[in-house]
């Protein structure tokens, strides 16, 4: 477990530990880190759950992000011994910085870990990301929401519709409706992308002449039969498919014997995981998005583009409801045909608020420890 000197000149100031450990958690970070830092020490608790570095430092170098003060380099593995290790050692970190308030963001094991290790520590959880809900607890991201939810203290949601769920299921903490920290990142880093990213030109692509794909959710990747038919559907979808591939669907598709069935209509590039403002202009370009990322819904959403999300339900229902985001599960006839013919009849409505989650979430915290008090 590596710890990086941070408290020169940090005086009396309160404290906050940031428990991240995957993509999407370093996303939600950034915004939360620079409207924090001016007034907490922020201590940054890295599990190791992604260590892949364009899946990791790559976020931590473009959003400017100072290198985490612990990487706990837990890596992957079984679920439940990579949560048991991320508790275990994150309650070390805990026990050493004790610090007045421990955040985590969104879904993941790392933030299960984080808001469980903190709990048994006595120490207050602030949820970025609280009250998203796709009510399927065949989900793991499902079960480590509703967990996180019930034992956090601040509990931040992106969405009236998050609020509903907090107020229905009654959960103890403080609910405050700040609107979603990525959106507020999306806005600025999309203007970056757009003057720095050359990946259209590298991959020969034209603006909206093209499909991006992404998949890499455990109920998608582990079941063969579910699999399979992704890769049916993507191989049988006429136009161009850029498909960057998660580490865990590749060794699936290959675990599997899939990937030449998928490589076999020869509309579909396969690559490696792309930079995040690479990522981004090939979102706002696509065509469509084909994905079973929560985020990437939400991204999509916010940019204008149709998409196309392979499974049954979704925790961000608002896209759903709002006729842009179309619910195929893994059905090939229904993934292929939204491919050609799914397209939103509604305007887009502001969902996830006005760009100043951070600073909002910023001032709860302030107002809850008494540090600097407006």
Known sequence: ???RGRDAGQGGKKKI??????RPNFIKLAPVHRAISPYFRHVVVHTGQHY???LSQMFFEHFRLPPPDYNLEVGSGDPGRQVAKMIQKTERV???????VVVVYGDTNSTLAGALAAVEQHLPVAHVEAGLRSFDMTMPEEVNRILVDHVSEYLFAPSPNAMKNLR????????????DVTIE???????????????????????KDFILATVHRAENTDDPTKLGNIVDAMAEIRRKIIFPIHPRTEKALIRQGLLRRLLSGGNVLVTKPFGYLDFLKLEKHALKIITDSGGVQKEAYALGVPCITLRGNTEWVETVEAGWNLLAGTDVRRIVWASEEFRPKKRRKRLFGRNDASRKICTILRNATGCMPL
């Open 94 to 100: 805990l026990i050493l910085e004790r610090p007045d």
């Open 52 to 54: 892949d570095y364009r």
């Open 1 to 3: 477990m590596g710890k």
């Open 168 to 179: 229905g299921e009654s959960c103890h903490g403080r609910r405050y409706l700040t609107g």
């Open 185 to 207: 990142i999306l806005k600025e880093s999309i203007r970056a992308a757009e003057s720095k990213s050359k990946v259209l030109k590298e991959l020969g692509l034209k603006s």
């Open 17 to 22: 530990v940031s428990v991240v450990g995957a």
